[in-house]
């Protein structure tokens, strides 16, 4: 089991930059895949971005060349650099770690994009 805990979310304005956190509460060495999900008012949660143990990663196409995930697994940590930010980024950010068939989630971030 893991706990997640989501952090740096806030409001920015379009075109500016954030950088979410993921904290998790054990080691993340063994989890193979860690990611990253957004939910926006009245739609699905979606896939951003994951990265696995040896530094694989997989982006959506909405987020391709814009957001940049990493971790750091000394510091059990998962992080979500998100640049060039457009309004329709709006949305709960949320962390996820697959653990085998099992998933896990944060409590979630609201990111909102707003001039």
């Known amino acids: 089991q893991v706990q997640l805990v989501e952090s740096g979310g806030g409001l920015v304005q379009p075109g500016g930059s954030l950088r979410l956190s993921c904290a998790a509460s054990?080691?993340?060495?063994?989890?193979?895949?860690m990611g990253w999900y957004r939910q926006a008012p009245g739609k699905q949660r979606e896939f951003l971005a994951s990265i696995t143990t040896g530094g694989s990663t997989d982006y959506a196409d909405s987020v391709k060349g814009r957001f940049t995930i990493s971790r750091d697994n000394a510091k059990n940590m998962v992080y979500l650099q998100m640049n060039s930010l457009k309004p329709e980024d709006t949305a709960v950010y949320y962390c996820?770690?697959?653990?085998?068939?099992?998933?896990?989630w944060g409590q979630g971030t609201q990111v909102t994009v707003s001039s």
């Open positions: 996820n770690a697959a653990v085998g068939f099992l998933r896990y």
């Open positions: 054990r080691s993340i060495d063994s989890i193979n895949r």
